[in-house]
């Protein structure tokens, strides 16, 4: 194909993918299957591939790309960013609205109303319908460039879509935000790394537009609502109805949930109906945006230093209240995390006793100045836990006593340790109680050391029964231990004895994700344990020795010595080795399997297909999806499908599984 017949064909699944992606991500509407839109992309990616001088900002393929950068560029806004005044009743919605008239010398007024989203805001701009830039509202006058982040967002058009009228510079102003199921979704898995948690959408979508990777910003799965045009070169609009409808024929995405209202009553009306209504959405609002609907008299209105004077916030009320702050305890969370909480005095607040919030950590006791003793306003957001705003600071009376994090760990009495960068203090003790619980269960789960039979329940009560103290003390628990636990038979007991025992086999990278160092996932224990051949390699890894491998940066490393210079370390490590199989270094000539290609098919009795396939790689085999001329072995279990006929077609050996097992190498 000619390079210019690729460039039409290029410039036509552009368009194509845009569309789609529109119906998709902003109608709601889509026209093609996935399969379909997944194969145009991949049409346009292979031509770029072929030409990549073709490849321009607005192709499709480009929402995530690029590599991290170092900082952020400043950026001057071309007009400022200017913030809402607030207002919080009624009387001062119609305070506003005759305020307005004065100015108007009577002029009739109306308004369009719309949510006021919680999020972050943010400019987007479009020279010659591309666009080119996008910056965070920074201070109003300047913001960052952080327009690679901004390109993640797929409802950000990168291109606007008609193309008449096309201005020859466009800002739009809009609210990135996240959805509430995006946030727990986010917060659970941060949960399961062991990372600090979002306070909420907006300091997670804010978060998120501070990152200086695309790529992690793509897994936020953020999105927009614009909902001002900051500025505009070629067409112009007579009132903001013409500009939404505007903004919505380039492409963009603006809120469903806006009205059109001829009078203040209206306006006011259209509020209340959404008081109760907000819990509904998918995403947070804060309030509702009051603006007048005429350019030329939003013109005419200017601003104050602060805020426009055309438009209003009426912010819902939220749900306060004033109690004293009796004292600051500890939790130590199951990650090991420190919190501290605060015990109130029992207060009502939005129908219920409260007596307990949270305080996240101690940065943010002492930026909000909270001293025990303190009169405090405690909020209820979205979260059931209530936080504290605020302090009564004119209420203090001099008795009230700082709050300091305390150097020991609540619970076990082991110090604690400020995790580096992270506003966090942690509890490392392997051993200690309130962690326990969770440490054995990620030991034992699947990724893990996957020992099946071995459920929260019954790790519940080895903790509490003090039948096991770490995670070594597994592989000594005896059946008459097991079977004096409630719920328990000889058939289940039996079964978690043998499960147990099976695990002692398990690979090395499995050990190694077990263990539960700090910041080393799945992938990263593959790494480690393609890198060093047993534990007692990997814990004589220096600093040094580790950072040298590419994949492992310099907090993994230190993580990594760091946790096997502790005692209790120590201790555990040592009886697992005494335990394990595994943890022995593997002589080479156990790779039996190397570079032979496996597939498999059929029901296996012995083990599961993805612990027999885990046999083949740690030999040196590589498992693959379909029989072909390069398959070496075909493992066979009960009733196999079409692979089998296939392979014996092309004269691959066949192994059955009994034969399989004669060809393992065995372990001492
Ligand atoms: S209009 C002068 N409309 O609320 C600013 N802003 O608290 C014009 N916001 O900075 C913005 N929803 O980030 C407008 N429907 C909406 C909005 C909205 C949320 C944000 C915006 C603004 C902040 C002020």
Not at 466 to 480: E, G, R
Request: hydrophobic share 35%; aromatic share 6%.
């Amino acid at each position: 194909m000619s390079k210019k017949q690729t460039y039409l064909n290029i410039k036509k699944l552009k368009e194509q993918i845009e569309y789609h992606n529109r119906k998709y991500y902003i109608d709601t509407q889509p026209e093609i299957s996935d399969h379909e839109y997944d194969l145009l992309m991949e049409e346009l990616i292979h031509l770029e591939h072929k030409f990549p001088d073709l490849i321009t900002p607005d192709s499709p393929s480009q929402r995530v790309g690029g590599s991290p950068l170092k900082e952020f560029k400043t950026v001057t806004h071309r007009t400022p960013m200017l913030s809402i005044a607030n207002t919080y009743s009624e009387d001062e919605i119609r305070e506003f609205d005759a305020r307005i008239k004065r100015n108007l010398t009577g002029k009739n007024v109306d308004y369009v109303v719309e949510l006021k989203i919680d999020g972050v805001a943010v400019n987007l701009i479009y020279e010659n319908g591309i666009f080119a830039v996008g910056t965070s509202r920074g201070d109003g006058t300047h913001g960052d460039d952080i327009t690679g982040n901004l390109r993640t967002i797929k409802t950000i058009p990168l291109r606007l879509q008609i193309s008449d009228s096309i201005p020859s510079v466009l800002e739009v102003r809009g609210e990135v935000y996240m959805t509430k199921d995006v946030f727990s979704q986010i917060n659970k898995e941060r949960e399961n790394k062991e990372e600090l948690l979002f306070a909420n959408p907006r300091n997670a979508a804010a978060g998120s537009m501070k990152l200086l990777d695309p790529k992690t910003v793509a897994q936020r799965y953020l999105n927009i609502f614009v909902y001002e045009i900051g500025y505009m070169e070629g067409p112009t609009c007579n009132n903001h109805v013409e500009a939404l409808k505007l903004l919505d024929m380039y492409g963009f995405r603006t809120n469903p949930n806006i009205r059109y209202c001829k009078d203040i009553s209206e306006v006011i009306e259209y509020c209340n109906s959404w008081q109760s209504r907000r819990e509904e959405l998918e995403y947070e609002t804060d309030g509702m945006v009051i603006k007048i609907n005429s350019m030329a008299q939003r013109h005419k209105l200017g601003a104050t230093g602060k805020s426009p004077r055309w438009l209003i916030a009426y912010k819902f009320p939220a749900k306060q209240a004033t109690t004293i702050l009796e004292n600051i305890v500890v939790q130590v969370g199951r990650t090991g995390i420190l919190t501290p909480v605060a015990e109130l005095k029992p207060t009502a607040l939005a129908g219920t006793m409260v007596s307990r919030a949270t305080l996240h950590n101690q940065d943010e006791i002492i930026r909000k100045d909270i001293r025990i003793l303190d009169k405090v306003i405690i909020e209820k957001g979205g979260d059931v836990i209530p936080k504290i705003v605020s302090v009564i600071k004119e209420a203090r009376t001099g008795k009230e006593k700082k709050f300091r994090m305390p150097h020991k760990c609540p619970v076990c009495s082991e110090d604690v340790k400020k995790v580096d960068g992270e506003v966090a203090y942690r509890c490392e003790n392997l051993r200690c109680p309130a962690q326990l619980e969770r440490r054995i269960q990620h030991f034992a789960s699947r990724r893990a050391m996957d020992i099946e039979s071995l459920g929260p329940a019954i790790i519940a009560q080895l903790v509490e029964k003090k039948l096991v103290k770490d995670y070594a003390d597994l592989y000594s628990l005896k059946f008459d231990n097991l079977i004096k636990l409630e719920r328990m038979g000889d058939i289940l007991a039996n079964k978690i004895i043998r499960n147990i025992a099976e695990s002692r086999n398990r690979s090395l990278s499995r050990l190694i994700f077990a263990l539960g160092i700090p910041h080393v996932g799945v992938l990263s224990a593959e790494i480690l344990a393609k890198n060093f051949s047993s534990i007692d390699q990997l814990k004589k890894a220096g600093q040094e020795e580790l950072e040298a491998i590419g994949e492992v940066g310099e907090i993994m490393a230190s993580s990594i010595t760091h946790f096997f210079k502790r005692e209790d370390t120590k201790e555990i490590i040592d009886k697992l080795e005494k335990k394990l199989a595994i943890s022995k270094a593997e002589p080479l000539s156990d790779k039996v399997f190397a570079g032979k290609n496996f597939v498999l098919t059929g029901t296996l009795t012995k083990y599961k297909r993805h612990q027999a396939s885990e046999i083949i790689k740690r030999l040196g085999g590589s498992i693959r999806e379909s029989v072909s001329k390069k398959t070496d072995f075909l493992l066979a279990g009960a009733s196999p499908g079409s692979k089998y006929n296939k392979a014996k077609k092309l004269g691959i050996t066949i192994l059955t599984e009994q034969e399989f097992l004669t060809l393992i190498p065995k372990r001492n």
